[in-house]
């Protein structure tokens, strides 16, 4: 509970401006854009999260010639945990699989960017503790993606 709350503080503290009040999650990285999804890839398997797809925007933005400062995006998915709450509200499906964005700002600081579960809770009319085994798994998954 108290590094899930140390967490959010952090993140409100240190994340891009931009992002306030949109339901997104933003944790900073201690690693590479790459890394950052290498660890996430690998401790969501480690907890039989199967992973949907894996796209590297800046890759495809220099096969179309154009420039992107290092971003790429992990689709994952639990069907213990998603499949009821799509059983409760179908809607939330167009939200599942989750999604993580590992990006790198101006500044060269990486960043893994997430829906809030709350948020997603709210926005499909759900209870918020529907949405807790979700919270606390992307929480761990995060950590174990972004830390030193």
Do not use: C
């Amino acid at each position: 509970m108290r590094i899930a709350l140390l967490l959010a503080v952090v993140v409100l503290m240190t994340a891009p401006a931009a992002l306030a009040d949109s339901g997104l999650v933003s944790v900073r990285s201690a690693h590479s854009v790459a890394e950052t999804l290498d660890r996430l890839e690998q401790a969501a398997r480690e907890a039989g999260v199967a992973i949907a797809a894996r796209i590297d925007h800046g890759a495809n933005a220099a096969k179309a010639g154009q420039t992107l400062r290092p971003t790429a995006l992990l689709l994952f998915a639990n069907p213990k945990v998603g499949t009821p709450l799509m059983q409760a509200r179908q809607t939330i499906g167009i939200d599942l699989p989750l999604k993580a964005l590992a990006w790198e700002d101006e500044r060269g600081e990486v960043w893994l960017t997430y829906n809030a579960p709350a948020y997603l809770a709210g926005r499909h009319n759900l209870p918020a503790d529907a949405v807790e085994p979700m919270r606390r798994g992307l929480e761990q998954l995060v950590e174990r993606a972004t830390r030193p």
